[in-house]
Each structure stands twice: as C-alpha cells, then as structure tokens.
C-alpha cells in the first residue's frame, strides 16, 4: 500500500492542514531573507561572529556556566539555527565536568532542515556541530518538539509556534537569553510588553540577556520588568548591541539526588532513560521481572489517541506520540517490528472524525493520510471493503521486551515488592511486606501499573483486565499491515500475529479464559474476516495482563501529593505511546529541569 494510492472519486478530500513555513528568498551572496519580515535572518557580513559578539559574550559565555552541572539557555527566533549551533560549538569545547546544557527556542515560522543546512554551509568550521542538529532538524507540527544532542550532553526543546504562546507554555527558567527576533520595526509582536514580561517570568536568578537592537521601546521594556539594561558597543555596521541582567545569583548546583523508581514495565524503563538522560542514575525496583505485567506481551502499537476536537487532550497524545517514534526509532531501534499503521473506521461517525484528524496540524505534514474503503480491504487482504481508514505513516509496532532492555541498559533491577514508603526528614524509605528495607532516595517515582494505588491510596486509578491472542508460524503468517479498529492486529517477532484485545473494567483475574479466545477471534472478524476464518482457538497463545486506568483515560504524571514523590500511571492501553515523553515530564519535575512538555498539556498528577 502507498501513500499516493487513488481514492475513489465520490470521496471527497479533507481538508488539509496549514503548516507555518519560513519563507525565504536568497541573496547573491547566499543568504536567506524573509519575505514576511522583509528582514535578513543574520548578519551578511559574518553572522557567526555577530552571532558570538553579540549572543554569546553578550550573556558572558562560557563564564558563566562554570562550575554548574546544568545550564540553560532560551532564544527567541531559531531561525537558521546559527545562534544553536553556535552555542554548542562553544560548549563542546567549554562545557564544565559533568555538565548539561538544555536549550529552549521559538520559531513560528519554521525552515526546513534543507534551507538551514543552506544557511548554515558558509561556516564550515561550524559543519559537525551543525550536522548534528541538521540530522535531527525538528518538525513544523504545533507544539514542542525535543532534539537529543547526547554527544554534546545537551537537549534543545523548539516550540513551533508565536512567542508570547510559547513562553507561557514554557516551564524552564533561562540562565541566559538570545533575544534574536526580526527587527522591533518590522516584528513588533516578538518585542511586546507581554512577551517581555514572558522573558522576565521565565529567568533564573542571575540570568542574562542579549540582543543586537537597541530600540527605544526595547530598552524600556526590558528595564520595566526588572532588567539592568546597558547599551554595549556592537559588531560589525551595528554601533551599539544590549546587554540586560536580571536580579539575584545564580543558585550552587545541588548535590545530586538519588532516585528510586518503582516498577520496570514501559513506565518504569522510560523513567530510567529519562533520568539517565538528565544525569542522575536511578535505582529500579522490580516485584518480578522487566515487563512482567501489562508491558509484556509480544508486540505493541505505538499509536496515538484520536480525538477530533484538536483541544489538549489531542495535543497531548500527539505530543507524546511524536516523542514516541523519535526516541524509539533512535536509541532502540532493534526493538521495531513493523513500520505504519492503519486505523480502520469502526463507526459510521469515524469517517468525518478522521477527516478533521487528518486536517490537524499536531502531526506533521505527510503523517496522516485517508483511505478508502477499497484501500483498506486490499491493504489487510481482505476481498471486499468495508470502511476507510486513516494511515498512520509514523506509527510502529515494537517488541515490548527489547524496547524495555534498551531503555533499562544493563541495569538488572532490584527484585522486592515495595509494600510501604516512610518518609524521614528529606529522605523516602521504601520497604518490603516483612518490613525490610528496600531502599533509600530523595525522589521516588512510582510506575507499577495498578499496583501504584497499594502505596498512595488516593489514585483514580482502576483495573481493566486485558487478554491478547496470538499465532505463530506456520499457524498463520501475517500477510497485511498493522491495523487498530477498537481492536486491532499486529505482526509479532516471528512473522506471527498478535490480536486483541479484551476490556473488563474491574475484573483482576489473570487466568488464561477460552471464552475471551472467542471474543477476540470474533473482534479480529470485524476488520480481518478473511485472516479469522484461518485460525483456530485451540492453536492460539495467549497473555493475560491487568492494565491501570484513570476515570478520563489521561495518565496521572506529575506529583503524588508529598515532596519527592512521583507517579506515572494510568497508562490505559497507550502505554508504549506516552510513557517516554511523560516520564521525561516527571523526571523534569523531580530534577528541576524544563520539562518537554508544554505547561497547558500537564496530565493529571502534576
């Protein structure tokens, strides 16, 4: 099946997203200007230097990260990437002993990884730091969207989006600020009193700022938030540049923390990344083994939530499923099965639903695309069509085991079941049912499905039992693309086929029932008629696993009530699909770091 397979001429096409784009012409001397703006995105003259004299030095780099194990840095107009790249060759070559650099920046109006590469060929003193950023260029769908540097021990979070929005959405604190918008003249809304204000609500004790202009309007702005402002001589053709402080110190580097996470299904395995990410080194806490309860069946979707409306409930889900495919697809990519998957109609209501889906600018441009109903019925093998569907070019199927492996990397958990937490003074102690000590951490984050409740009684969270059937081969070979419908059908490791699933709210048993054999074969019949009809029950594997589920199907990820304590829970049946990104929102939160995820898009437990 492919993307630009003909639709039948009675289906109309939906709408389609409008994607913000830079958009650019070409100097003779090769560099790009603006048509919105009707302004250059860096000195002609040598925008690297002016980029150094006036970002850089301007916010008093590398002194000012000495001796801090993490700095960050925000930047109004990513632009080209100059001022990023830029930054991280300089703190490739000056970063502190153990340090991390998390950079934030804002563009609405994107380019292309093609155009920055362009831009940025004129320094090619510049080209291996600027390859890794190229390699990894963020997206032009609506929201956040994280580029790993693990190279460099750096992370940049660009928001797609205005200014004033992205800010507000923000939850870091800049120690330093590239103030880099077009000209006050020709974009006054990037040097507003709100988004000024945003910068100002958005400083670390201490922290700098630095821009070329020194407009009037500018000036005063900066200093009625609170700014010491002094003008600077400037580079290049611009006689002066501004230097602005904001009040206070920069706070010393606290002693690193230890962290205890509780739970080494999908959950936990994210936590572990995540932290490591950040540069702690979690402790994992397993009552059985990696994956043992509701992570452990032979194949997952990693699938987003549909949910027509395009409010924050659809953003999050996007967000995280975006979040999802990167991270997978670079640090375990030995753990994907299949690439692209189908949603298949499953209600008469489904067709216009996906329309407005497809139209929506949360996932990027080519991500989603309709099918008809022929397309559906020769994309599963199926005689005849039934309904269309919505193709998911993005969306894999993984091997839970792998993935989990991947992501834990080597850490072989501590097997105990947490029965109690105690906590003294700033410490949390964590004990077995007989009483003994388990552990000992400043942070504890709980990520054991349902179980979570056991310690902090208060969680909406429910019981929704789930029972999977799969084949292996020569039962049946899988012979179509994945495919979700309420139920859904995917290739397993050896070519089998895993499908699925029961939903029993409330139900805690974990007994293998033929019963369900038969619900499940009947569900596969409502999208696959063709693959049931070859299959037996009496040859079907089965699993049986007990997942968490919140009364909103939102999962709770934030705090848990008590300083140091964390949960993430209430993964539902998307559990592949949101843990990575939300334990990076929960490791944030527990190390004080910018979380990827902006403020408005919070889940529960937060």
């Given at each position: 099946?492919?993307?630009?397979?003909?639709?039948?001429?009675?289906?109309?096409?939906?709408?389609?997203?409008q994607?913000?784009?830079?958009d650019?012409?070409?100097?003779?001397?090769?560099a790009p200007?603006?048509?919105?703006f009707g302004?250059?995105?860096?000195s002609?003259?040598?925008g690297?230097a002016?980029?150094?004299?006036?970002?850089?030095?301007?916010?008093g780099?590398?002194?000012?990260?000495r001796?801090?194990?993490?700095?960050v840095?925000?930047?109004?107009g990513f632009?080209?990437?100059l001022?990023?790249?830029a930054l991280?060759?300089l703190?490739?070559?000056?970063r502190p002993?153990?340090?991390?650099?998390q950079?934030?920046s804002?563009?609405?109006?994107p380019?292309?990884?093609?155009e920055a590469?362009?831009?940025l060929?004129?320094w090619?003193e510049l080209?291996?730091?600027a390859?890794?950023?190229l390699?990894?260029?963020p997206?032009?769908a609506?929201?956040?969207?994280r580029v790993?540097?693990?190279?460099?021990?750096a992370?940049?979070?660009v928001a797609?989006?205005?200014a004033?929005e992205a800010?507000a959405?923000?939850?870091?604190a800049?120690d330093?600020w590239?103030?880099?918008g077009f000209?006050?003249a020709?974009?006054p809304g990037?040097?507003s009193d709100?988004?000024l204000?945003?910068?100002?609500?958005?400083?670390?004790?201490?922290?700098?700022?630095a821009t070329?202009?020194v407009?009037?309007a500018v000036?005063?702005g900066?200093?009625?938030?609170?700014?010491?402002?002094d003008k600077?001589?400037g580079?290049g053709?611009?006689?002066?540049?501004?230097?602005?402080?904001?009040?206070g110190?920069?706070?010393?580097?606290?002693a690193?923390?230890?962290?205890?996470?509780?739970g080494?299904?999908?959950?936990?395995a994210?936590?572990v990344?995540?932290f490591r990410?950040?540069g702690a080194?979690p402790l994992?806490?397993?009552?059985e083994?990696p994956?043992?309860g509701a992570?452990g069946?032979?194949?997952?979707l990693?699938?987003?939530?549909?949910?027509?409306?395009g409010?924050r409930?659809?953003?999050?889900f996007?967000h995280a499923?975006?979040?999802?495919?990167?991270l997978?697809s670079?640090?375990?990519?030995?753990?994907?099965?299949?690439?692209?998957v189908?949603?298949?109609?499953?209600?008469?209501?489904d067709?216009?639903?996906f329309d407005?889906?497809?139209?929506?600018d949360?996932?990027e441009?080519?991500?989603l695309?309709?099918?008809?109903?022929?397309e559906?019925?020769a994309?599963?093998?199926e005689?005849?069509?039934?309904?269309?569907?919505?193709?998911?070019?993005?969306?894999l199927?993984?091997?839970?085991?792998?993935l989990?492996?991947a992501w834990?990397?080597?850490?072989a958990?501590?097997?105990?079941?947490?029965?109690?937490l105690?906590r003294d003074?700033?410490?949390w102690r964590?004990f077995?049912?007989?009483g003994a000590?388990?552990?000992?951490a400043e942070?504890?984050c709980?990520?054991?499905?349902l179980?979570?409740?056991?310690?902090v009684?208060?969680?909406?969270l429910s019981?929704?039992?789930g029972?999977v059937a799969w084949t292996a081969p020569?039962?049946a070979a899988f012979?179509?693309?994945?495919?979700?419908?309420?139920g859904?059908?995917?290739?397993t490791?050896?070519?089998?086929?895993?499908?699925g699933?029961?939903?029993?709210?409330?139900?805690l048993?974990l007994?293998r029932?033929?019963?369900?054999?038969r619900?499940n074969?009947?569900?596969?019949?409502?999208?696959r008629?063709?693959l049931?009809?070859?299959l037996?029950?009496?040859?079907l594997e089965?699993r049986?696993?007990v997942?968490a589920?919140?009364?909103?199907h939102?999962p709770?990820?934030?705090?848990a009530?008590?300083?140091?304590?964390f949960?993430?829970?209430g993964?539902g049946?998307r559990g592949?699909?949101?843990?990575?990104?939300?334990?990076?929102h929960?490791?944030?939160l527990?190390l004080?770091a910018?979380?990827?995820?902006?403020r408005g898009?919070?889940p529960?437990?937060d």
């Open positions: 099946m492919t993307d630009d397979a003909p639709r039948p001429a009675e289906q109309a096409e939906p709408a389609q997203a994607f913000a784009q830079a650019l012409e070409w100097g003779e001397d090769g200007r603006s048509r919105r302004d250059v995105y860096y002609l003259a040598d690297l002016e980029s150094r004299a006036v970002y850089l030095h301007g916010c780099l590398p002194e000012a990260w001796g801090r194990t993490r700095f840095a925000g930047e109004l632009g080209s990437g001022n990023i790249v991280l060759d703190w490739a070559r000056e002993p153990g340090g991390r650099l950079v934030f804002v563009e609405a109006f380019m292309s990884a093609a590469a362009r831009a060929d004129a090619p080209a291996a730091t390859r890794l950023l390699d990894r260029w997206g032009r609506r929201g956040f969207h790993d540097l693990p190279e460099l021990d992370v940049l979070d797609v989006m205005d004033a800010l959405a923000w939850d870091g800049a330093a590239f103030l880099d000209s006050p020709l974009n990037m040097w709100e988004v204000a945003l910068v100002a609500a958005r400083s670390a004790p201490g922290a700098r700022a070329f202009t407009a009037g000036r005063r900066l200093a009625a938030q609170g700014f010491a402002v600077r001589p580079h053709r611009k006689r002066e540049r501004l230097e602005a402080v904001w009040p110190e920069a706070a010393a580097p606290a690193p923390a230890r962290v205890a996470v509780v080494a299904g999908i959950a936990g994210s936590l990344r995540a990410a950040l080194a994992a806490i397993e009552a083994h994956g043992a992570s069946n032979p194949a997952a990693v699938t987003p939530r549909l949910d027509a409306g409010g409930v659809a953003a999050l996007a499923f975006r979040r999802a495919v990167d997978i670079r640090t375990a990519p030995q753990a994907v099965i299949a690439r692209g189908l949603q298949v109609e499953a209600a008469d209501r067709a216009s639903r407005r889906v497809a139209a929506s949360l996932f441009p080519g991500a695309a309709r099918r008809s109903p022929a559906v019925a994309a599963l093998g005689v005849e069509g039934g309904r269309g569907g919505l193709w998911f070019a993005d969306a199927v993984v091997e839970p085991a792998r989990i492996a834990l990397d080597g850490i958990p501590v097997r105990a079941r947490v029965a109690r105690e003074g700033g410490v964590l077995d049912a007989a000590l388990v552990a000992e942070i504890v709980l990520a054991g499905g179980a979570t409740r056991d310690l009684p208060d969680l909406p019981p929704v039992r029972q020569p039962t012979d179509g693309v994945p495919a979700a419908w309420g859904y059908a995917a290739p490791r050896d070519g089998g086929v895993l499908f699933a029961t939903h029993d709210r409330g139900d048993g007994d029932r033929p019963a369900d054999d619900r074969l009947a569900l596969l019949a409502k999208a008629p063709a049931a009809r070859t037996d029950e009496a040859f089965a049986v696993g997942r589920a919140t009364p909103g939102v709770l990820a934030g705090t009530g008590e300083p140091g304590l949960v993430l829970a993964l049946g592949f699909s949101t843990a990575p990104l939300l334990a990076e929960v490791a944030a527990a004080g910018p979380s990827p995820l902006p898009l919070s529960a437990g």
